[in-house]
């Protein structure tokens, strides 16, 4: 925080860690105000006031995760978090959206305690009205640990294009059934919800089984993976072992996943390419 080598080296370090689990396209988020002690009101983290913006945060990360990518040779691509519990942060956000849209951040997201205000306050909603009018794309956390109203909310109002977890979706049966009549995505976190106790920690009772069963549009991905000291192949692996993930069905949520990842269209469809070559699926979804 406030460090601006260390911030660049992370974002670096970032790319060099997904393209050593095999990744080939990633969208990491983060909260440029987390990181900055300028231009930031209140200061986070009870710093002395530096000389640190957000502004100059996303413009730090942004150049590690250019050079990464030029390093490690895998695409990275960056989306900023509105955090709930300061909703007047929410603009400058969606500014930095805009202002960085060509240098690799690709959309806008909001994070925090879902408790903290169901209702989404006028400073998010004004923020993602922005984003809608600006063509920035958007994502929120919701039902991760707060109702299913929020992620009713979260759609409907806020015009997200994926649910960031998205569990509690499942205890609104006519919301859900919604969502997959109009294949929104879930952004799955098995590993995380386990070690957050935002589900139950037993993984056969998980609620990417019956996204699964579904055919529901999602995702496996990790969340804080330096914090929990986890990686891509613990979220993959623990699917398999515990909830009966299949080779065929990795295929399907990956290829999902790249449909419903914030590239433009002539870069997402580059990446489905690449991974229908890799899948050997090219004769049947070429044309
Ligand atoms: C932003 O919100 C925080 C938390 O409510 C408050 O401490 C701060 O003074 C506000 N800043 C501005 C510029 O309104
Ligand atoms: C998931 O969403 C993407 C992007 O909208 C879409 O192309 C894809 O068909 C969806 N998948 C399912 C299973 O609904
Ligand atoms: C983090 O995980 C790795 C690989 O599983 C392990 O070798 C290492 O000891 C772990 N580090 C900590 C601090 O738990």
């Given at each position: 925080v406030g460090d601006r080598e260390a911030i660049k080296r992370i974002a670096y370090?970032?790319?060099?860690d997904k393209a050593k689990e095999g990744v080939i396209y990633v969208e990491v988020r983060y909260s440029p105000?987390?990181?900055a002690n300028t231009k930031v009101d209140p200061i986070p983290w009870e710093q002395a006031e530096g000389d640190l913006s957000p502004d100059e945060v996303v413009h730090l990360v942004n150049e590690g995760l250019r050079e990464g990518e030029r390093a490690f040779n895998i695409k990275a691509r960056s989306i900023l978090c509105c955090m709930r519990h300061m909703p007047n942060w929410s603009m400058d956000v969606v500014e930095l959206c805009k202002k960085y849209r060509h240098e690799g951040v690709v959309a806008i997201?909001?994070?925090g305690d879902e408790s903290l205000n169901c209702e989404a306050n006028p400073g998010h909603r004004r923020a993602y009205e922005e984003a809608v009018c600006c063509g920035v794309h958007r994502t929120v956390h919701a039902g991760e640990v707060g109702p299913a109203s929020v992620v009713k909310e979260a759609v409907e109002v806020l015009k997200a294009e994926r649910v960031g977890h998205g569990y509690r979706t499942l205890e609104d049966q006519d919301l859900y059934k919604e969502l997959l009549a109009?294949?929104?995505h879930f952004e799955v976190c098995p590993?995380?919800?386990?070690?957050?106790?935002a589900c139950d920690p037993?993984?056969?009772k998980h609620p990417v089984i019956t996204f699964r069963k579904d055919k529901a549009n999602y995702s496996l991905n990790t969340d804080d993976p330096l914090i929990f000291n986890s990686s891509i192949h613990l979220d993959y692996s623990t699917a398999h072992k515990y909830m009966g993930f299949t080779e065929e069905e990795f295929k399907r949520l990956n290829i999902n996943s790249a449909k419903s990842c914030f590239l433009p269209d002539d870069e997402k469809e580059e990446l489905l390419h690449r991974l229908y070559e890799a899948y050997g699926m090219l004769q049947s979804t070429a044309f």
């Amino acid at each position: 925080v406030g460090d601006r080598e260390a911030i660049k080296r992370i974002a670096y370090e970032f790319v060099e860690d997904k393209a050593k689990e095999g990744v080939i396209y990633v969208e990491v988020r983060y909260s440029p105000h987390f990181l900055a002690n300028t231009k930031v009101d209140p200061i986070p983290w009870e710093q002395a006031e530096g000389d640190l913006s957000p502004d100059e945060v996303v413009h730090l990360v942004n150049e590690g995760l250019r050079e990464g990518e030029r390093a490690f040779n895998i695409k990275a691509r960056s989306i900023l978090c509105c955090m709930r519990h300061m909703p007047n942060w929410s603009m400058d956000v969606v500014e930095l959206c805009k202002k960085y849209r060509h240098e690799g951040v690709v959309a806008i997201d909001l994070a925090g305690d879902e408790s903290l205000n169901c209702e989404a306050n006028p400073g998010h909603r004004r923020a993602y009205e922005e984003a809608v009018c600006c063509g920035v794309h958007r994502t929120v956390h919701a039902g991760e640990v707060g109702p299913a109203s929020v992620v009713k909310e979260a759609v409907e109002v806020l015009k997200a294009e994926r649910v960031g977890h998205g569990y509690r979706t499942l205890e609104d049966q006519d919301l859900y059934k919604e969502l997959l009549a109009q294949n929104m995505h879930f952004e799955v976190c098995p590993i995380s919800s386990k070690l957050t106790g935002a589900c139950d920690p037993d993984f056969t009772k998980h609620p990417v089984i019956t996204f699964r069963k579904d055919k529901a549009n999602y995702s496996l991905n990790t969340d804080d993976p330096l914090i929990f000291n986890s990686s891509i192949h613990l979220d993959y692996s623990t699917a398999h072992k515990y909830m009966g993930f299949t080779e065929e069905e990795f295929k399907r949520l990956n290829i999902n996943s790249a449909k419903s990842c914030f590239l433009p269209d002539d870069e997402k469809e580059e990446l489905l390419h690449r991974l229908y070559e890799a899948y050997g699926m090219l004769q049947s979804t070429a044309f």
